[in-house]
């Protein structure tokens, strides 16, 4: 018998001696997360699991990588705020040292990322789990780029 049948039949006997009644949360609908969606075919059992508050390390890690990803974006909108401001009002003498700071904070966090999505990669129990990384040295290019363009419209 495989093991997904045997699991079906001991929840069912269960079921039948009236095992499962009276339960926490019987009759309510499970309430899915967005991180449930991270362990694909396992989201009932991570489910459990969170709510025991004893997930695997490698989902974890997942929500630190969605968490660093959305300080990374504030970051990259911080220095785009900066360069515009400096590109409209010309001052960027005083400027240039708060988007370099911003730039210095991006690369940091970027590669602190990095890092993290490449142990989560590892970990994850499957490829289909895996993740795309960030690419580092392209991203700062790009930041890169956006002050040399408003630097350029500026002096036209």
């Known amino acids: 018998m495989r093991l997904d049948q045997l699991a079906e039949n001991r929840i069912l006997d269960a079921i039948e001696a009236g095992m ?5 949360g019987e009759g ?4 899915i997360g967005a991180t449930d969606y991270l362990a694909n075919d396992l989201w009932l059992a991570h489910h459990i ?25 504030t970051l990259e909108s911080r220095h ?14 005083r400027l240039t040292p708060m988007i370099a700071e911003c730039r210095k904070s991006f690369a940091t966090a970027a590669q602190e990322l990095r890092g993290k999505q490449d142990r989560y990669n590892l970990e ?23 002050v040399r363009e408003a630097r350029a419209a500026t002096e036209s």
Do not use: F, Y
């Open 28 to 31: 309510i609908p499970l309430q």
């Open 49 to 73: 699991l969170q709510n025991a508050e004893l997930l695997p390390e490698w989902l974890e890690l997942a929500r630190t990588i969605e968490q660093d990803q959305e300080k990374l974006a």
């Open 124 to 146: 994850a129990p499957s490829l289909a789990s895996e993740r795309p990384a960030i690419w580092v040295d392209e991203r700062l290019r790009l930041l890169d780029d956006r």
């Open 80 to 93: 785009a705020s900066l360069v515009e401001k400096a590109q409209a009002t010309g001052d960027w003498k």
């Open 20 to 24: 499962l009644q009276d339960l926490p």
